[in-house]
């Protein structure tokens, strides 16, 4: 087989490889040798003086960002596609600094930066305006949650920095590096490698095995999954009739009316919901309100298009609308209504580029004004907000927002002792997308050590307790409701006291690597050995 075959090949492999966890349920250990065939195809590419690899290692990136994430599309073809192209392309420039440090210094050093600029990009991609960290290396236990139990300590980041350390170790063994070694560094090479392999998962099972549910109290919780089709609902349904359907669903619940119930509805349940320059009291939570005097201790926590109105006068925000002779402030929002209380909201901070978030916006909304509007242009609160149902405090992450550990750490930190997350998944159809989602609620759950109550428009609606462990869910595309109760804790694990250690350590190498790169290429100096 030619050698340029060879290598395109191995790239491909790679590409499959990394894409099983995120499509093949309990197949995370394959994360652990994913990027050997890639490696070596970098180390053949290198040894045959091959040109073009780059075209070698981007195919592979594409690959695996458009077999996981191909359902993207199915919202907004033209974003999918941004996001599958773009997204790998980041990874092969990350790439390309690598094989200019092999140019550079010899030895492990290359692959030490490798890995530490890739983790580091991981870490600033969280934060960044345009981000979308679905495939943070981490994620890939996401579907093998029994593994993944220390991520109470590292966060999610912990699990990237395995993912790299055993393929590292991997693809030493592939290429008989140790063989090379003196005797004594070798068996210190092999026993740190079999034990950065094996000790994660031997100290995962047993803290899952010997994991006690934290239960400081309880609220019990009913779940509506309505089961709306996103793209027609409007259409085919009036408000009342969607209001209707949800109030039957809870009141089907065996619910005592006497009990503190928390009725949990999806993302965006309703529509045109009036905060400020409001001319009167809405609809939807009028009928809630009088649904809640049978439950005279519970509330309602519901998802909706909110909405700002103001008069003339500067913009409220960079993004706001012109409407009328004023302005309109648009928001994706949680709101609670309690019984006999007034409703409290929160506004989605963490927002979906090109339907939500309009990045930069003084690049962007002249354009979309000469466009007519037709991005989304939603504005979020500042910082993270609970809501409060009694005297329990809840974080509500609202869709995206579920995918962020440090940003839900921020729920734990403010004092919420339980979580919520809401959701329409139905955009992108019976695929992946849905049930990737849903199992990084598990993952943050143990980050977190919090229960979670989870509420699809569609499904996946689930509770979720402290070990990521689903205890009870609904089936996909079917009207449903699912009762249970989440647990309370104020306890704050390491992850939530101190944030993502392993990110921020890994952006301090990069840096030092990366200047130290420069320099090198800047000075010519010879190649260094490490």
């Known amino acids: ?14 590409g499959v490889l990394l894409s099983a966890p ?62 599958i192209i773009a997204n790998a392309l980041k990874m092969s420039l990350i790439f390309e600094l690598f094989r200019l440090a ?30 979308w960290p679905w495939l943070v290396l981490g994620n890939a236990l996401a579907g093998s949650t029994e593994l993944a139990q220390w991520y109470e300590f590292t966060g999610v980041m912990g699990g990237s920095l395995w993912i790299w350390a055993s393929n590292l170790f991997l693809f030493a063994l592939a290429v008989r590096l140790p063989s090379r070694l003196p005797l004594r560094r070798r068996v210190a090479l092999r026993i740190a490698g079999w034990s950065i392999l094996l000790l994660p998962p031997a100290l995962s099972l047993g803290m899952y095995a010997s994991w006690h549910e934290v239960n400081e109290g309880s609220v019990p919780v009913v779940v509506g999954q309505p089961n709306f089709d996103p793209y027609h609902k409007f259409e085919s349904m009036s408000q009342r009739e969607q209001d209707e ?93 309690p019984a006999g209380g007034p409703v409290q909201v929160y506004h989605k901070s963490r927002l979906v580029v090109g339907t939500e978030l309009l990045p930069f916006p003084k690049i962007f909304v002249p354009i979309d ?21 009694g005297a329990v405090p809840l974080g509500c992450a609202v869709c995206y927002e579920s995918i962020f550990p440090e940003y839900c750490a921020g729920y734990v930190r403010k004092g919420a002792k339980a979580l919520t997350v809401i959701t329409n998944d139905a955009w992108w159809g019976n695929t992946p997308g849905y049930r990737q989602h849903f199992s990084y609620s598990r993952l943050r759950a143990i980050e977190l050590r919090r229960d979670i109550a989870r509420c699809g428009n569609t499904g996946i609606s689930a509770f979720i307790n402290q070990r990521g462990n689903v205890l009870s869910r609904t089936p996909w595309w079917q009207e449903a409701v699912l009762e249970g109760s989440v647990n309370l804790s104020s306890r704050k694990t390491f992850f939530v006291r101190y944030g993502d250690i392993v990110g921020r350590i890994a952006c301090l190498v990069a840096a030092l690597l990366l200047l130290s790169l420069l320099a090198a290429c800047i000075g010519g100096k010879r190649k260094i050995s490490a």
Not at 24 to 51: I, K
Not at 54 to 65: G, Q, S
Not at 106 to 118: C, R
Request: hydrophobic content about 50%.
């Open 22 to 83: 995120w499509l093949v349920p309990h197949s995370a250990p394959v994360a652990l040798f994913a990027f050997v065939p890639l490696l070596l195809a970098a180390r053949e590419a290198r040894r045959t003086g091959m040109r073009g690899f780059f075209w070698c290692h981007y195919a592979a990136f594409v690959l695996w960002n458009a077999l996981t994430t191909f359902w993207v599309c199915n919202a907004t073809l033209g974003g999918g596609l941004f996001a």
């Open 369 to 389: 004004d000469a466009l007519g509007g037709v991005m989304g242009r939603c504005t979020g609160q500042k910082e993270v907000g609970l809501l409060h149902f």
């Open 102 to 131: 092999r140019r550079k210094w010899s030895g492990v050093l290359p692959y030490l930066f490798l890995a530490a600029v890739w983790m580091a990009w991981e870490h600033l991609y969280f934060d960044v305006q345009i981000s």
């Open 1 to 14: 087989m030619k050698a340029s075959v060879r290598i395109g090949l191995l790239s491909l492999l790679s």
């Open 245 to 337: 359907v949800l109030l039957r669903l809870f009141a089907s619940a065996r619910a005592d009316s006497s009990s503190a119930t928390l009725f949990l509805a999806p993302e965006t349940f309703t529509a045109s919901y009036i905060l400020k320059g409001s001319s009167g009291p809405n609809e939807t939570a009028l009928r809630f309100a009088q649904f809640l005097q049978g439950h005279p201790h519970g509330a309602v926590l519901f998802g909706a298009s909110t909405y700002d109105i103001y008069g003339p006068g500067p913009a409220p925000s960079a993004v706001a609308r012109k409407f009328g002779g004023g302005w309109l402030d648009a928001h994706n929002s949680a709101l609670l209504l």
